[in-house]
């Protein structure tokens, strides 16, 4: 798979509930009848970061563009973003990761190929403030 976007999301849970890539998995198998969790990653409250479909297998998180993407979960977002300095740090070091991994790969938010709200932010600040930390350092 060739991929043109890393899409964050949020987990669209309350601010302090923690959950897991495999808490999801079980939403996303057993509640929507998929046959894995729809995310490539997921980044807890306490910045643990957690496999879910492996990067070279086709996603479940944004119609029409999870043909050449990966989707990075943050968990929370009910009450906009509420990430915490750790989930940020690891997201950080994922994208700058993943970037390295995928030149030319464009990071957005899920909210910029879908009406939903998720990710509760605008990634495309955020990865411009990344990207000048990135070069600054």
């Known amino acids: 798979?060739?991929?043109?976007?890393?899409?964050?999301?949020?987990?669209?849970?309350?601010a302090g509930r923690?959950?897991?890539?495999?808490?999801?998995?079980?939403?996303?198998?057993?509640?929507?009848?998929?046959r894995d969790i729809g995310y490539h990653y997921v980044i807890r409250l306490d910045g643990t970061l957690e496999k879910g479909r492996n990067d070279n297998e086709q996603g479940a998180h944004a119609r029409g563009h999870n043909h050449n993407s990966l989707g990075i979960c943050m968990v929370g977002g009910t009450e906009g973003a509420t990430f915490?300095?750790?989930?940020?740090?690891?997201?950080e070091g994922l994208v700058g990761t993943l970037l390295c991994q995928h030149q030319g790969a464009?990071?957005?938010?899920?909210n910029q190929v879908s009406e939903k709200q998720c990710p509760c932010f605008d990634v495309s600040t955020w990865a411009q403030d990344f990207k000048i930390k990135e070069v600054t350092q």
Request: charged share 25%.
């Open 18 to 34: 923690d959950v897991s890539a495999e808490e999801i998995r079980r939403w996303h198998v057993e509640g929507n009848g998929w």
């Open 1 to 14: 798979m060739i991929v043109e976007q890393l899409i964050i999301h949020c987990s669209d849970t309350p």
């Open 106 to 110: 464009k990071v957005i938010g899920h």
């Open 84 to 91: 915490t300095a750790a989930q940020w740090r690891t997201l």
